[in-house]
């Protein structure tokens, strides 16, 4: 079913958190991609755009060794779970802008939940990262580095209950496009679920085009439609200077754009997180006007 020729309303939803990440600034996210023109050019593609405010985050609460400020990232993951709940059942579709990456915890548990009775979901995941670690895994204990695996089931599950009852998405319709800096712990957890991973190597011998179709394939057949998380820093910082987390060679900007162009050709994608975007490391808002593109052509914005 092709969501986006039938559904004109998106909720853009901003979550000001960085306490998921070490570096700070991301919380400013949403207001760089914003001041970028998003809300305006989407509604020259036809959207009625509902500009639901940002999330602010509690300033105080506690951490664990490995779970650093899990209060803080949880409160606002079950703030942002409840706003976009509430979008899905308008029957639009939710933007979610960022902020650090753990809010993809809030947001997809709120997708694969409100489907669930439909059917199941896919996640289609670009980063520089795998976000697979848990509690026990990780090596820094940012959360940020946790919610794709909290959202598959693998842990850990405070990210994403919220006293719902969590609906797991399989790994078996989620990819992994664009990594290239895996920690060794976090990449066997990978392999062991049994994720889909188009890791930067991939990329280079099969081209993003093929690595994308195998992806909307894996993560779109037998599926109601696909979430897709996209991380500014899977784009090489001479395209995305302004993040928290940089790796240097990833995907081109172009190679980015295809992507979500092919996803937005598809007809699959029924919501999207678009993360952490810094603007204290960026250069004139390069990356916010960045991420605002991929926003627009994974919406369905044509070049020509």
């Known amino acids: ?25 991301v919380a400013m996210g949403p207001l760089a991609i914003r001041y970028a023109g998003l809300k305006p ?12 405010g940002d999330i602010v985050p509690p300033e105080d609460g506690m951490s664990l060794r490995n779970m650093i400020n899990f209060e803080q990232v949880n409160a606002t993951n079950k703030e942002l779970f409840d706003k976009v709940t509430d979008s899905l059942k308008d029957g639009h579709i ?27 979901i896919g996640i289609i995941w670009i980063d520089a990262h795998g976000d697979w670690n848990d509690d ?7 959360m940020h580095g946790m919610p794709y695996s909290a959202v598959c089931g693998w842990g850990p599950d405070s990210m994403v209950d919220f006293g719902q009852k969590p609906h797991f998405v399989s790994p078996d319709k989620c990819v992994q496009i664009g990594g290239h800096d895996f920690d060794r712990a976090e990449a066997s957890r990978m392999k ?41 820093d899977a784009i090489t910082p001479e395209y995305a200077p302004g993040t928290g987390t940089p790796v240097a060679n990833g995907i081109t900007a172009r ?8 996803l937005a050709d598809s007809g699959k994608l ?25 926003i627009q052509l994974a919406l369905g914005k044509k070049m020509y």
């Not at 050019?41 to 639901?52: H, S, T």
């Not at 093929?210 to 894996?218: N, P, Q, V």
């Open 1 to 25: 079913m092709d969501r986006l020729n039938k559904n004109r309303n998106i909720d853009i939803i901003g979550v000001q958190i960085d306490f998921g990440a070490a570096q700070k600034g």
């Open 41 to 52: 050019d989407l509604r020259n593609l036809g959207y009625n755009v509902i500009d639901k």
């Open 94 to 120: 939710p933007l979610v802008l960022g902020g650090d990456h753990s809010l993809a915890a809030g947001s997809i548990s709120a997708v694969a939940k409100h489907y669930e009775n439909e059917g199941e």
């Open 136 to 142: 026990k895994s990780t090596i820094s204990g940012n």
């Open 192 to 232: 062991e679920a049994g994720l889909h991973v188009y890791a930067i190597d991939d990329i280079d011998r099969k081209g993003m085009h093929d690595a994308m179709e195998e992806a909307i394939k894996i993560a779109g057949e037998g599926t109601v439609g696909i979430h897709l998380s996209f991380d500014v």
């Open 255 to 262: 190679e980015a754009f295809h992507a979500v162009e092919m």
């Open 270 to 294: 029924i919501s999207m997180d678009l993360v952490e975007v810094n603007p204290i490391l960026d250069e004139k808002n390069k990356t916010g006007e960045l991420a605002s593109e991929l």
